[in-house]
């Protein structure tokens, strides 16, 4: 499925997203993912960093959303589809160069707010991220506008 560029460019923008799957007993399972890569063509390219449930749960039933919503635009839209599992060894250079410049950047925008605020931790999550195990590469079948019809723009 074609995504529309505006879809894109918003999910582009997105430093993380929620990953829905369906686990054994058939119960919506969540789940926070950080995105590395979308295409028009309709694919979605998400890192994992643990082989935990919703590992487990695409293993057995390939159905997937994705979420993303900015809070202060009150925009955001949901992606249905099917994925496919991407084992470590086989992910992208891109990809992992794009997961890596982002914890960076994190880090960076951390520790400088911090200084401007002179508050002082010693804690910085990001830096204690395992490596990626795999790579979620989503089809997208389905896209859902989550924003109140009240605040979209007419059609043109």
Not at 46 to 55: G, H, K, M, Q, S
Not at 83 to 104: H, L, N, P, Q, T
């Amino acid at each position: 499925m074609k995504l529309l560029s505006n879809t894109v460019y918003f999910f582009r923008r997105q430093r993380f997203v929620i990953v829905s799957t369906l686990d054994s007993q058939g119960k919506i399972h969540c789940s926070v993912k950080g995105t590395v890569g979308i295409e028009g063509e309709g694919k979605v390219y998400i890192i994992d960093l643990y082989r935990a449930e919703t590992f487990n749960n695409l293993k057995r039933n390939p159905a997937i959303t994705i979420t993303a919503v900015d809070e202060h635009r009150f925009k955001g839209y949901s992606l249905k589809g099917k994925a496919k599992i991407v084992e470590r060894e086989k992910i992208k250079s891109r990809f992992m160069e794009k997961w890596e410049a982002g914890v960076a950047e994190r880090v960076s925008k951390r520790v400088i707010k911090n200084i401007k605020e002179d508050k002082k931790t010693e804690r910085h999550p990001e830096v204690l991220f395992p490596q990626p195990q795999y790579l979620i590469e989503m089809k997208v079948e389905e896209v859902v506008d989550l924003t109140p019809g009240h605040l979209k723009k007419p059609a043109r």
